[in-house]
């Protein structure tokens, strides 16, 4: 290979690290790969670990179908590539390949690189190259496999640093939120100073006033520097409380990707307790709200479940526009929350009895709530029959 041909390489390597984006770099990996290995026809699947399955998010020269199809780790030919961790050169039928023998081949494809994107012991998709029957261009031969192989390796770290990007991008919106979380517990902390402050005054006020009794000129000199005092902590109180609000940054947003969004912050959890999530929220709904504040108290709410709806419940949210508001039900398959109970869970460091000895802060819900409330909206947990807990939400479309 040539110095002209080197540098055409390194250019395409370097359109495949340009994007922070997932869905733009997997676009990126395909158009560098037609440029480099000159397939007919190709495909890139992502693994979905939420689904445990390959999609494929980028084709050239395919029918659309393609895009709904969903493959299996183990299953056809790139599901079995992805699970060996094994690049694959294949020319002619598939099905004179070991481990293949019951694939179906396609008769018009003459030889395929199919390439699992691999980083450590991580699968993060496959890339699959395709040359067929009547194309100007030979099978592909040792050579091209090889500079795929090294391909492949730049395009599975290049998916890995778009999705570490997305994540460190949720995670500054789970962090703003977090600033939400601690300008509501400082608010709190303050009104629980400013209450016994408010009964000192009015005492020292009744003192002056001579309600208990005439006053020495010390002691009211004195008492008068009480005041000094107090209104100096209570000036300093507004100050702090002031500076611990949040203002929220509205915007139309589609519930949908808030949604979406905020069971991605949460699939860990619902990953380690095998609880299945099922989405019924209409695509074009646009609320006016601030993304990430909603977002943040759907997390609360998922996070709860996650923890005490037990072990293979499921979640389901769904939403519909009312009127001028919108409805969005949260509901978990565990166990149901007593009617009594269901108001007092909202109050800031309340626990169920039955989950004392579980894991949380108590401020979840709390926060949620505030968030809640502070859009104009309303939280609240309906009734189930005995069956599950519904959490509601309804809020201002504007």
Known sequence: ??????????????????????????????????????????????????????????????????????????????????????PFLFVGEVNKYSGFTDINPRSEITSSLCLPLVSGVAIFGVLNLNRKQGSLKSSYGKEEFENAIEFASHAALAIKNARFAETIIKQNRYLKAADLSRATI??????????????????????????????????????????????????????????????????????????????DSVEHLLDENSITTEIDVPQELEIYVDASMIE???????????????????????????????????????????EEEMEKIFEENYRLPKHSNIEGSGLGLPI????VESHGGKIWVEPCGGKGAMFCIRLPLR
Not at 220 to 243: A, P
Request: net charge positive.
């Open 296 to 338: 943040q108290a759907i997390v609360n709410i998922l996070t709860n479940a996650a923890r005490y709806a037990g072990y293979g419940a499921s979640v389901t949210i769904s939403a519909e526009k009312e009127d001028e508001s919108v409805l969005i039900r949260i509901y978990n398959t565990g166990e149901p929350i007593p």
């Open 186 to 263: 400082i608010s709190e902390l303050l009104h629980e100073l400013r209450t016994p402050l408010s009964a000192l005054r009015s005492s020292i006020d009744n003192l002056l006033a001579g309600v208990f009794g005439a006053l020495t000129s010390e002691q009211k000199l004195k008492l008068e520097k009480m005041v000094t005092q107090i209104e100096r902590i209570d000036g300093m109180i507004s100050r702090v409380h002031k500076s611990a609000q949040k203002e929220l940054k509205l915007k139309k947003t589609l519930l949908s990707r808030i949604v979406s969004d905020a069971f």
């Open 1 to 86: 290979m040539n110095e002209v041909e080197h540098q055409w390489d390194n250019q395409e390597i370097l359109t495949v690290y340009s994007s922070l984006e997932v869905a733009a770099t997997a676009r990126n990996i395909l158009s560098s790969a037609r440029n480099l290995f000159s397939p007919d026809s190709g495909s890139l699947m992502l693994y979905e670990r939420k689904r445990r399955c390959f999609s494929v998010v980028s084709a050239y020269n395919l029918p659309r179908e393609v895009f709904s199809s969903v493959i299996r780790m183990g299953e056809g030919v790139a599901g079995r590539v992805a699970k060996q961790r094994k």
């Open 368 to 371: 949620a709530k505030k968030i």
